[in-house]
């Protein structure tokens, strides 16, 4: 990452030596490949530069054309799980420490027991022959089922079809081609189906390979950015799990103890309500970067301060991730033993999350009334009355005003 960087750099002047920068074959995408996309574009969407990808890779490609008939199965890739939930869910292939592991271990507990999260149940790969074993686990049992549950969450269940490899793809035990080729191979022999293999291949090959060159393109100052002006403080509850919202409870809870959250308990759970509350996006980045184990600056400043907090201003997503407590109910069952109702803006069985979300509405109007995507929500707020949103307002201060306090149930 930059502070990598920068510190290699300042080592390197103080001997007296040359530096010399070679590419890392790690990637997809060199940085000065990534500038060459980037020059002259007014915007830098993840759509076409995963297009462009996908033709230079030939990754999931027949000729010139898309397997499947289509770039993109992102549509597919949105269903909740049915009432019961996840039915026939394999558990992911665990590696239990070996001897240089639990003495890592032991000495992480006597020198930092007292800090945040626990150890108790580490068991990533750590081997080159463990990453393959996770990878050929994925492709086999939970793949098939990825792409149409990726954005499901259920309560108790952190794996559900993900493949746990971010980490090993971070410390360069797998190559993110390998990872690729895999995925494409399980749909070519009919394995799997295209949209699930399109949609891992998208958050690699796509995603990954994007968030990087954002990254290196913008830094060192694109970790400051602020444009919507947040400045509240992160809630303590982030620290401990200890919430009486029932989402953030079950994702904060297993962060703390698996150092693992998938990706939308990130951008819509942790960082959706972060984002609604107002809080400043370098404490959330700071969290982030502290909790999980693949959170690499690089990858996760990215997604944090772009995608999460909407804090570069839309250079990276066009619009806020924003929405009211009704989504994490369609896409989850945590609303049904949650205290609050995420069908109420106002009162004290008000979901958190509904009401930040009209108030964070009402607070950014005017700059997003004319957006072209957010619009349509702004009028949506327009249509309430006056003591509506006034209402709104006050239980949005009474929220923020019991969190400062150390309220993990406002």
């Not at 184990?293 to 201003?313: T, Y």
């Not at 957006?371 to 923020?400: C, F, K, W, Y």
Request: charged share 25%; net charge positive.
């Amino acid at each position: 990452d930059f502070r990598v960087a920068q510190a290699l750099a300042a080592a390197v002047r103080t001997a007296g030596i040359t530096l010399e920068e070679r590419e890392d074959g790690h990637f997809l995408c060199s940085i000065a490949d990534f500038g060459r996309w980037a020059a002259g574009r007014k915007e830098l969407r993840l759509e076409y530069f995963y297009r462009w990808m996908r033709r230079r890779t030939g990754l999931l490609m027949d000729g010139d054309q898309p397997a499947g008939g289509a770039w993109n199965f992102d549509a597919e890739n949105r269903a909740g799980f049915p009432k019961g939930g996840p039915r026939s869910l394999p558990a992911p292939l665990a590696f239990p420490p070996d001897a240089n592991t639990r003495a890592v271990i032991e000495l992480v507990e006597r020198r930092f027991g007292s800090h945040p999260g626990s150890l108790g149940r580490f068991d990533w790969p750590l081997t080159r022959i463990d990453a393959l074993a996770a990878l050929d686990d994925f492709v086999q049992h939970r793949l098939p089922h990825f792409g149409r549950y990726q954005d499901a969450m259920w309560s108790g269940e952190p794996w559900l079809y993900h493949s746990r490899l971010s980490a090993a793809l971070n410390l360069k035990l797998l190559s993110p081609l390998e990872a690729c080729r895999a995925a494409e191979q399980a749909f070519r022999a009919g394995r799997v189906p295209v949209a699930a293999a399109e949609g891992f291949i998208r958050q690699i090959l796509g995603w990954r390979e994007y968030v990087r060159g954002i990254y290196w393109r913008h830094m060192p100052g694109y970790l400051e950015r602020n444009a919507l002006g947040a400045r509240e403080p992160l809630p303590g509850f982030y620290w401990t799990g200890e919430t009486g919202m029932a989402c953030l409870a079950d994702t904060l809870r297993q962060t703390l103890e698996l150092g693992y959250a998938h990706h939308i308990q990130r951008l819509m759970v942790t960082g959706l309500f972060a984002q609604l509350l107002g809080v400043e996006p370098q404490q959330v980045h700071a969290w982030y970067l502290a909790v999980y184990v693949d959170a690499v600056e690089w990858v996760e400043a990215p997604n944090v301060i772009g995608m999460s907090q909407h804090a570069d201003g839309g250079l990276m997503a066009s619009k806020p991730y924003v929405a009211t407590g009704k989504y994490v109910a369609r896409m989850s069952n945590h609303c049904g033993s949650c205290r609050y109702d995420p069908a109420l803006s106002t009162g004290p069985r008000a979901c958190p999350f509904t009401t930040l979300y009209w108030d964070f509405l009402d607070r950014h109007a005017a700059r997003f009334r004319e957006h072209p995507r957010l619009a349509l929500q702004v009028r949506n707020l327009d249509r309430l009355d006056e003591s509506t949103r006034t209402a709104i307002r006050e239980r949005a201060g009474e929220v923020r005003s019991r969190i400062a306090a150390g309220d993990g149930s406002p």
